[in-house]
């Protein structure tokens, strides 16, 4: 399997996912507590903003490394099977 696009960034990346998932962990405690829910809603738009910013950093590093190198190949088909996924994902990014 290739190196992926992030693995230069992977410890940083792991970090966030952690602290995301810390913020999950306290949404869970706020909903047994019974907080407010716009408290709570505020929250999940918190941790969902934090989630979009991992995908856009993970989305970039693809482009420019997965994507890149792709297209730079001497196989046009596999450079179009990955242009293919890229724009596949990038709508389901932006439709999230």
Do not use: F, W
């Not at 991992?54 to 482009?63: K, N, Y």
Request: glycine share 4%; proline share 1%.
């Amino acid at each position: 399997m290739a190196t992926p696009g992030y693995h230069d960034d992977k410890a940083a990346i792991l970090a966030r996912l952690r602290r995301i998932e810390g913020q999950v962990r306290g949404l869970q405690r706020m909903v047994d507590d019974e907080s407010y829910c716009i408290d709570v809603l505020t929250q999940v738009s918190a941790v969902t903003r934090a989630l979009q910013s991992v995908a856009v950093q993970m989305m970039d590093e693809h482009l420019r490394h997965c994507v890149a190198n792709a297209v730079q190949s001497d196989d046009a088909e596999e450079a179009d099977r990955i242009l293919g996924e890229a724009m596949k994902t990038i709508e389901r990014l932006v439709k999230s």
